[in-house]
């Protein structure tokens, strides 16, 4: 049996209670279930109940389940986007939303700094033409992130009324977001929830909604199944258009049930702890470098150091202690590793890592 724990930035590691859910979602037939009757739709609401609490979601919110954050990107454009959005890009996530618009033929424009760096806003312009801002919170490939008092400093920096868009995927439910202040944000299960992949869930608001509609009402394409105004109209009923990740959605409900039972505080405080261990480590460590220089955007879920010692030979050390951390994004992946610090790693986990990693490669 392999008991490694997994330090990779997603899939990673699952919630601990997983395996639990996983036999008791077998025992209760889940996968056998049709997604139009009663159980499935006390499933839905469940995960969408325990969501708007632990996110503290104002009632302007719609959740929707879609099957990727990839998807999420898509339809964001398809359905909230005319012409033209404005990207905020600092690494291979933010630039691939930015891809995206330009491939689905929107005008897209991008402000872009160097790997590694973060934002001050003082110095961009946000062009008034465009209709969705795009922010990444947490820039997975190179372990930079927003603050999340800058994530709700654009709207005052915004002359137009374009809708702001939170990328939040290897965040979420971490950063303490004004949701007042955006109009939508989205992750996929498989970082900070600790769940198998295959789920991506889009949180939007009326603003979003009103927009897909103005856009359908003029003859524009917004996509067929999963355009907003389709899923709406299914959450309603606590359905989705397509027969979903019924398994997912259900053990999403019972990890997030149990992530308000320990309480969104004490979770960001144990963040806090674990990153503190992590940085303070690579400070002193003689084989690492902090990857990210600005101390305010080095993120606490996504950590990244430069490595001298290549990282497939650290998790070749690492391994018959049974943990593996992530390597480089990209081309950076023997000369950077990427290490997640999300609320299925405990604090003994992380502890065990950090001592580990010192004793092996100083
Ligand atoms: C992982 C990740 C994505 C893509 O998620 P998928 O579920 O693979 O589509 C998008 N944005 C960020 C910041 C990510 O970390």
Redesign the pocket.
């Known amino acids: 049996m392999e008991n490694k724990v997994f330090f990779t930035?997603?899939p990673s590691e699952l919630y601990p209670t997983v395996p639990r859910h996983m036999a008791s979602a077998m025992e209760n037939k889940i996968g056998s279930i049709s997604h139009r009757s009663q159980q499935f739709k006390d499933i839905y609401a469940h995960a969408v109940s325990g969501l708007r609490q632990l996110l503290q979601l104002p009632d302007n919110y719609e959740v929707l389940f879609l099957?990727?954050?990839?998807?999420?990107?898509e339809r964001s454009i398809q359905n909230t986007v005319e012409q033209e959005s404005f990207h905020l890009v600092n690494?291979s996530?933010?630039d691939?939303?930015y891809e995206i618009a330009q491939e689905l033929g929107r005008k897209a424009s991008k402000y872009e700094v160097p790997f590694g760096e973060g934002f001050h806003l003082e110095s961009i312009a946000i062009p008034a033409s465009a209709e969705l801002i795009a922010l990444?919170?947490?820039?997975?490939?190179s372990g930079v992130s927003m603050p999340v008092t800058d994530v709700h400093a654009v709207r005052a920096r915004t002359t137009s009324d374009a809708l702001i868009f939170v990328?939040?995927?290897?965040?979420m439910p971490i950063p303490d977001i004004d949701y007042s202040l955006i109009d939508s944000a989205f992750?996929?299960?498989?970082?900070c929830f600790g769940l198998p992949?295959?789920?991506?869930v889009w949180l939007v608001n009326d603003r979003c909604m009103a927009k897909a509609e103005a856009l359908q009402a003029n003859g524009f394409s917004v996509g067929s199944y999963h355009s907003l105004t389709s899923l709406l109209s299914k959450a309603k009923a606590h359905q989705t258009p397509e027969t979903p990740n019924v398994l997912n959605i259900y053990l999403l409900g019972q990890v997030v049930e149990e992530m308000n039972k320990k309480g969104i505080g004490l979770i960001r405080q144990e963040t806090e702890t674990k990153a503190s261990l992590i940085y303070d480590y690579l400070e002193r460590s003689t084989n690492f470098d902090i990857a990210v220089q600005e101390p305010a955007h080095r993120s606490t879920t996504?950590i990244v150091a430069n490595t001298i010692l290549p990282t497939s030979e650290i998790n070749k050390h690492l391994s018959p202690y049974d943990m593996a951390i992530g390597s480089g994004y990209g081309n950076r992946k023997e000369n950077q590793v990427r290490i997640a610090n999300f609320p299925a790693h405990s604090v003994a986990q992380v502890q065990a890592l950090v001592y580990k990693l010192e004793e092996l490669v100083g």
């Open positions: 930035p997603g099957s990727s954050a990839n998807e999420i990107w690494g996530f933010s691939r939303f990444t919170h947490n820039e997975t490939s990328d939040a995927v290897s965040s992750f996929s299960v498989q970082k992949a295959g789920l991506g996504t």
